[in-house]
């Protein structure tokens, strides 16, 4: 072989390897970023799972306004009645730790309810005949480059039968608390360091998109998640509508 034939061999085995390079390259891109995606996706159907079912549950709710004013968005604390009680009583009625922790405890028992003879409705109440409910707040969690949904619930709080009980911050000090997170979102660009929203932003609003009012019997959840780092601005969006059904007919 010539040396001009072993120069263009070369030449041409360059040029292989540099595709086969970029090649290899452009799909572990391609790879991470799907990954990211599906991660997000997953993330944002749990969180909003979780909210569902307790908006559902929730007899009273208290948002809080976003800065612009023109959603409502985290925290967020629900009042939900305590349809469990703890078997053995010493126990606590709901898991403490772990990644179980706010859920019902496996020992513990069914709280009956009964019905308030004035309003028909239905109310779950301790042994002395107090109404009793549990808070459930959704809040933010983590810093720099990502940020989380953390789930906590304080309890029992009571309240004569004949009144209404709405918890709203500042919480008073409840005898047990507990909570775990419900999602957790990562974007590394530095836009996500100068402003949270860009990793994850949760916002509420009526079917009308206005802010809820307590006349509502639906709200629109809506969460928006940013898993490219190379590209923040494109956003992985999910929302869903849940009807009030306990503070409907309560």
């Keep these: 072989m010539t040396l001009p034939e072993i120069v263009i061999a070369l030449a041409i085995l360059g040029i292989v390897l540099s595709v086969c390079y970029g ?7 391609g790879f991470a970023s799907t ?3 599906a991660d997000a996706r997953t993330n944002q159907l749990r969180v909003l799972d979780s909210l569902a079912a307790d908006l559902r549950n929730a007899t009273a709710k208290s948002f809080t306004i976003s800065a612009d004013g023109l959603t409502n968005t985290l925290p967020l604390t629900l009042t939900i009645p305590m349809r469990y009680q703890p078997n053995p009583s010493p126990s606590p009625a709901y898991e403490t730790t772990g990644p179980l ?12 309810p009964g019905v308030y003879p004035t309003t028909g409705g239905m109310q779950y109440r301790d042994s002395s005949g107090q109404q009793v409910a549990i808070a459930v707040t959704y809040r933010y969690g983590a810093s ?6 953390v789930r906590q619930i304080d309890w029992p709080y009571t309240a004569p039968a004949t009144s209404t009980l709405a918890l709203s911050p500042p919480l008073p000090a ?33 079917e ?26 494109k ?6 509508t849940v009807f009030l059904r306990e503070a409907t007919f309560k």
């Design 35 to 37: 990954t990211s995606w």
């Design 144 to 149: 720099g480059t990502k940020r989380t949904i």
């Design 101 to 112: 922790a706010g859920d019902p405890a496996r020992s513990a028992l069914r709280v009956e």
């Design 174 to 206: 409840a005898d047990n608390t507990a909570s775990r997170e419900v999602g957790s979102f990562t974007n590394y660009s530095s836009a996500s360091l100068s402003d949270p929203d860009n990793i994850l932003k949760v916002t509420f609003t009526n």
């Design 23 to 29: 090649s290899s390259v452009a799909l572990q891109r």
């Design 208 to 233: 009308d998109m206005q802010l809820v009012s307590s006349s509502d019997t639906a709200v629109v959840v809506r969460i928006e998640a940013s898993p490219d780092s190379l590209h923040p601005e």
């Design 235 to 240: 956003k992985s969006v999910l929302n869903d």
